[in-house]
């Protein structure tokens, strides 16, 4: 995506019509605005893979500047905000900007108002960030532990492929979930561990194959994880399994998903003994797949470097390979876990990895990296780029991606 030179029509014609009208237009441009929704989306001449697409924001008289903040890599406004800096059409309280985006992407932003311009990201996302209140489209996010939520608001262009998988349909068989609190000496709380079972599962059937996903709640509530499990299954596309989605705490998370033995132990030594003994599930590693998103991903792979006698399959969603343990040179070329698969002989290991287009270019780099590591060293690696950021708005599709991958049927 690119702030364009060229104008928006809609954004013209308001201007146009507030010069002979006054306010009365820009009432009627809001009242409009509030029935079609914004973004606004153009085509532009002669142009077959770009539209341009107009973000609005009404301020109010304490407003004296906008940040448009898309969801992207921090990394991409290092250089200068001055790409992200909405126009005000003077006079009025309409603040704007245009940009030329891929009509096949998928894009989450918010607003910052009377942004300082600083690189205090931490106070943008707590106290700073709105959402587009003109835009229909909204991801609700829970805060944990409290009885609030924050909201995100996102655009999928015109040629974007639709969700296939996620999508709830209703004369699908569904499978059956099953919560329990799950205690361990290693945790420091109680968490809560859900358990899917497909349709007509039964303990007198072969094993079923099984995967374990952190960040459950995640899978779960943003994901649609239960839905396209259901899908993937009854079209055939991936045989019945089971799985096990564990919570991720806030306070917690960081320190658990970044490589570490103790909550490693945690899934390997309880997690999947209990489940083995309360499930039917299979003890062949080619037919265990751990799963996770970002700091998730990474801790897939390090599960799967460590446990391949357990796990056969890793399928990382825009893996955190950027991270770097105490320790690790930041001179050496290779990111962590290359490294660390490097200094390993060929295990028996299946991978799937993905990335946004338009994620941290150090995130980018360090899933190639990962890649051309394992690739080298004989790994089958399926990788796959899709047209979004590191967000919720392409994990739950390529999810099923990535199961099709690893455990399709032939």
């Known amino acids: 995506m690119k702030k364009s030179l060229l104008n928006s029509k809609i954004i013209l014609q308001l201007e146009e019509c507030f010069k002979r009208y006054g306010d009365k237009a820009v009432e009627e441009f809001l009242y409009d605005l509030k029935k079609s929704g914004t973004p606004v989306i153009e085509e532009i001449e002669s142009d077959t893979k770009n539209n341009l697409v107009t973000f609005v924001y009404q301020g109010d008289k304490d407003c004296t500047s906008v940040l448009f903040v898309p969801n992207i890599g921090q990394d991409r406004f290092k250089d200068s905000y001055k790409d992200f800096q909405m126009q005000r059409i003077v006079g009025t309280d309409i603040w704007y900007i245009t940009y030329e985006i891929e009509n096949d992407m998928r894009l989450m932003y918010y607003f910052s108002p009377n942004d300082p311009l600083d690189n205090n990201w931490g ?13 229909k489209k909204l991801i609700t996010f829970k805060v944990e532990n409290e009885e609030a939520y924050s909201k995100s608001s996102y655009v999928i262009m015109p040629k974007a492929p639709e969700d296939k998988w996620t999508r709830k349909i209703e004369d699908v068989p569904k499978g059956n979930v099953k919560e329990y609190g799950f205690e361990s000496e290693n945790l420091k709380d109680k968490r809560r561990v859900r358990v899917y079972t497909p349709y007509e599962y039964s303990k007198e059937e072969k094993p079923y ?12 509530y943003y994901l649609s994880a239960i ?10 596309k991936i045989p019945p399994i089971v799985a096990v989605f564990i919570d991720s705490k806030e306070e917690t998370r960081d320190e658990e998903l970044t490589c570490s033995d103790s ?11 209990w489940i083995r003994q309360n499930y039917n599930v299979s003890k062949s590693p080619e037919e265990a797949i751990i799963c996770g998103i970002s700091y998730g991903g990474l801790m897939a792979a390090y599960l799967g470097l460590n446990y391949s006698k357990i796990f056969g399959n890793v399928l990382s969603q825009s893996g955190s ?8 040179s930041d001179t050496k070329e290779d990111c962590f876990m290359s490294d660390k698969f490097k200094k390993v002989a060929k295990l028996p290991l299946k991978f799937y990895l993905n990335v946004g287009v338009l994620e941290h270019k150090e995130m980018i780099y360090a899933n190639i990296n990962l890649r051309e590591t394992l690739v080298s060293k004989g790994y089958k690696v399926d990788f796959q780029w899709f047209n979004s950021a590191h967000d919720y708005l392409s994990w739950g599709e390529t999810l099923a991606h990535g199961l099709i991958s690893l455990m399709g049927t032939k």
């Open 123 to 135: 106070d943008r996302y707590d106290n700073r960030f709105v959402y587009d209140r003109f835009n």
């Open 209 to 220: 194959g099984f995967m374990v996903l952190t960040d459950g709640d995640d899978y779960i």
């Open 227 to 236: 839905e396209t499990l259901n899908n993937l299954i009854a079209s055939k």
């Open 263 to 273: 909550f490693a132990e945690v899934v390997t030594k309880e997690l999947i003994p």
């Open 321 to 328: 390979f950027w991270y770097k343990s105490v320790g690790f």
